[in-house]
C-alpha cells in the first residue's frame, strides 16, 4: 500500500499545523474515549486503548488525510449488547473479525458501494441509537442506585422508572455543572474542548464538597492503571467464531460506514478526496489489531475529524500525534481520572446524543410525507426497540420495495401515432383514436426502466392493445435506460406473440444498456438485427415498406403522410377523420 501519496511535499509547516490539532483533539478524545467504553459496558481504559492503538494505525493506513478513528457513540448499543450476550472475551474477538472483513470489503473494492445505502436508513439508525445513548445516561445523570443493566430499550426504562425514588441530589447537581460547561464553554472559549473543562470543573467540585456521596470511575471499575495498553492474544475456537460471525459482520458494516460518511463529511469541510477502499483497509487494520491490545472496536469519529479540520490539520501526521497525546496522558495523569464521577459522565455522553441525532435532517425527511419517513420512523423504531441489525436489514428491505415500487409507477407504456400540427410531427397518444388508428401499424412509445419491478406493466399494456393483431409493433426505446432479464423476458413473449401470426417487431432509439441484455439473451436475434433502427422515422419508412397494399385501398385513417397515396382517396374530393382536438370534423 503506497504511503507517499498522502505525505508527498510534507515540511515543517506542516508538522506545526498537524500538532497542535493532534494536540487539541487528543484532549477532546480523552473523555470521550472513557464515556464510550463505560457506555459500551466495558471498563474506560479500553477506550483509552482503543484511542491510541485504532487512532494511529487508522491515520498511518487510512484513506483519508483527516480522519480522526476511535470509540464512536455509533458503536454503544451493538458492543453493549455483545458484552452482555457474550462477554469482554468475545467482543475482542468479535472485533478482531470485524476487522477482518473490512480489509476483505476494501481489498474487493467495495467502498462504493456503501454510499448506495439509502439516506433515511442511515439518519433513522444514527437517530435510533442517539435515543439509545442518551437515555442510557439518565441513570448516571440521576445517581440512581440499584440499577440492572438490560440490553432491551423498553427494559432500561422500566428499570429507571422503578428505581427514580433512590435518585441522588448530588450526582444531579454534579452533572448540572458539567453540563453547563459543555454547553458554555463553546459560546466563550470555542477553541477551548467544553467536555474536558466540564469534566475537570464538576470533578473537582464533587472531590471538594461531595466526597463520598457520588459513584466515581474508580468505585464503580476500579483504578485506571498508568500503564501502556499490553498485547494480550484473546483465546478463540472456531465454534466461538461462527457464533460471533453476526455480530463481527454488524461491526464491519457500520464501522464501514461510519468511517466512509466521515471522510466524506471531511472531504466537504477541505475539497479533498478520500480512497474509500483504502480507508476500509486502514479501518480493518487498526480494528485487527486494537482488540490485541484489550481495545474494542473503533470507527471514523466525524465530531472528532471535524475538530481535526478546523484546528488547520495538514495531513494524517495529526491523527498519529492525536493518538500520542492520548498515549502521554495516560501515562502521567491515569490515577485522576479514576476520580471523575459517573455523573459527571453522563452530560458529555448526552450531548454526544444531541448532536450525532441529525434531529433537523430526521425532521425534513418525515415532513416530506413520502415513501422515505415510512422507511426513515420504520428503521428509527426498530433500531430503538429491537436491534440495529434488525432496524438496518428491514430498513433497507422497506426502502428497496418501495424503490421499486416508485420505479414501476414512472414506467410509462403508450400507443402513439405522429402529429402534424407539431414540429418533425412528434408522436403523442392524443392522436390515437376512434376512426384515426392504423389498422397494420402499432407503434408504442416505452419511457423508464424496463425492469423486474414493472416488465409485467409493460407486457400488459401492449398485449392488451394489440388485440387486432397489426402486422407491424413499432416500440419507440429511446427512453428506457435500462433493462433486465425480467423485462427481456416480458419483452420475448411480446415478440413470441406478434411473430405468432406473422408480423414484425421494430425497435428504434435503443440505448446501449438495453440493447446489451438483448444481445446476451439472444432476443436480438429473435427480433432480428435489420429491424433495429437509430430514428423513428427510419424505423416507420421500412414499416410503411412491408405494409399490405390491398388493406391500404380505401382506408380513411390517414395517420401517416403516405397514406393519401396508398389509400388511393382523392383527398380534394374527401373528407376524413382526425381528432377533434385538432380543429377539423369528423
Known amino acids: 500500500m503506497k504511503l507517499s501519496g498522502r505525505f508527498e511535499g510534507y515540511n515543517a509547516g506542516y508538522f506545526r499545523r498537524d500538532l497542535v490539532s493532534g494536540l487539541i483533539v487528543g484532549i477532546i478524545a480523552i473523555p470521550l474515549g472513557m464515556a464510550f467504553a463505560i457506555a459500551a459496558g466495558v471498563n474506560p481504559q479500553y477506550g483509552i486503548y482503543t484511542t491510541i492503538v485504532a487512532g494511529f494505525l487508522a491515520s498511518l493506513f487510512g484513506g483519508s488525510k483527516f480522519q480522526i478513528t476511535g ?15 457474550y462477554g469482554y472475551e468475545n467482543l475482542l474477538i468479535a472485533g478482531l473479525m470485524a476487522g477482518v472483513l473490512l480489509v476483505l470489503m476494501g481489498a474487493l473494492r467495495l467502498g462504493k458501494l456503501i454510499q448506495f445505502i439509502p439516506r433515511p436508513v442511515t439518519t433513522g439508525f444514527t437517530a435510533g441509537i442517539a435515543v439509545i445513548i442518551f437515555t442510557g ?11 440492572q443493566k438490560h440490553e432491551d430499550f423498553l427494559a432500561n426504562m422500566k428499570e429507571i422508572a422503578l428505581h427514580l425514588s433512590t435518585i441522588n441530589l448530588y450526582s444531579v447537581m454534579t452533572a448540572m455543572i458539567c453540563l453547563l460547561f459543555i454547553l458554555l464553554t463553546p459560546r466563550f472559549f470555542p477553541k477551548v474542548p467544553g467536555s474536558l473543562i466540564g469534566l475537570v470543573v ?4 464533587a472531590a471538594w464538597f461531595f466526597d463520598g456521596k457520588v459513584d466515581t470511575i474508580g468505585t464503580t471499575y476500579g483504578a485506571i492503571p498508568s500503564t501502556p495498553p499490553s498485547f494480550h492474544l484473546p483465546e478463540f475456537s472456531l465454534e466461538q467464531m461462527e457464533r460471533l460471525i453476526a455480530p463481527a459482520f454488524v461491526i464491519a458494516m457500520l464501522g464501514g460506514i461510519e468511517s466512509l460518511l466521515s471522510a466524506v463529511v471531511a472531504d466537504g469541510m477541505t475539497g479533498s478526496r478520500h480512497n474509500s477502499n483504502r480507508e476500509l483497509i486502514g479501518q ?7 482488540p490485541l491490545f484489550g481495545g474494542i472496536p473503533a470507527t471514523g469519529a466525524i465530531a472528532r475529524t471535524a475538530t481535526n479540520i478546523k484546528n488547520g490539520a495538514a495531513s494524517p501526521v495529526s491523527g498519529m500525534i492525536h493518538s500520542i497525546v492520548v498515549f502521554i496522558v495516560l501515562m502521567l495523569f491515569a490515577p485522576l481520572a479514576s476520580d471523575i464521577p459517573l455523573a459527571s459522565m453522563a452530560p458529555v455522553l448526552m450531548v454526544v446524543a444531541w448532536n450525532m441525532s441529525e434531529r433537523k435532517e430526521f425532521a425534513h425527511i418525515l415532513r416530506t410525507k413520502t415513501s422515505d419517513a415510512i422507511v426513515l420512523f420504520t428503521t428509527f423504531l426498530l433500531t430503538v426497540l429491537t436491534d440495529l441489525t434488525t432496524a438496518v436489514g ?15 409507477e414512472v414506467l410509462f407504456v403508450a ?9 418533425h410531427e412528434k408522436m403523442g397518444p392524443h392522436m390515437v383514436q376512434e376512426g384515426h388508428d392504423c389498422p397494420q401499424t402499432a407503434i408504442f412509445t416505452v419511457e423508464g426502466a424496463l425492469f423486474f419491478g414493472a416488465a409485467t406493466i409493460f407486457e400488459t399494456s401492449v398485449m392488451n392493445t394489440i388485440h387486432r393483431r397489426p402486422k407491424i ?6 427512453r428506457v435506460p435500462l433493462m433486465d432479464t ?3 423476458s416480458n419483452l420475448a413473449k411480446v415478440v413470441k406473440d406478434v411473430k405468432s401470426y406473422g408480423g414484425t417487431v421494430l425497435v428504434s432509439g435503443i440505448q446501449p444498456q438495453p440493447r446489451e441484455v438483448l444481445q446476451r439473451t439472444g432476443l436480438e436475434d429473435v427480433i432480428g438485427k435489420e429491424h433495429f433502427f437509430h430514428h423513428t422515422g427510419e424505423a416507420i419508412d421500412f414499416a410503411l415498406s412491408q405494409l399490405d397494399r390491398q388493406k391500404c385501398l380505401g382506408c380513411r385513417h390517414f395517420v401517416f403522410r403516405e397514406c393519401a397515396a396508398l389509400s388511393g382517396i382523392d383527398t380534394r374530393k374527401e373528407t376524413y377523420p382526425l381528432p377533434l382536438e385538432q380543429g377539423m370534423v369528423q
Not at 409493433?473 to 429511446?478: G, R
Open 415 to 423: 400507443k402513439v401515432l405522429p402529429d402534424p400540427s407539431v414540429k
Open 284 to 290: 480493518g487494520i487498526a480494528n485487527i489489531i486494537t
Open 473 to 478: 409493433l413499432l416500440l419507440k426505446m429511446s
Open 394 to 408: 428491514v430498513g433497507l428491505i422497506l426502502a428497496v420495495l418501495l424503490f421499486v415500487k416508485r420505479m414501476s
Open 137 to 147: 445516561q439518565i441513570a448516571n445523570f440521576l445517581g440512581l442506585e440499584g440499577i
Open 202 to 205: 464538576s470533578s473537582l467540585i
Open 486 to 488: 425480467t423485462g427481456a
Open 71 to 85: 470509540p464512536t457513540g455509533a458503536f454503544i448499543p451493538i458492543l453493549f449488547a455483545i458484552v452482555m450476550q
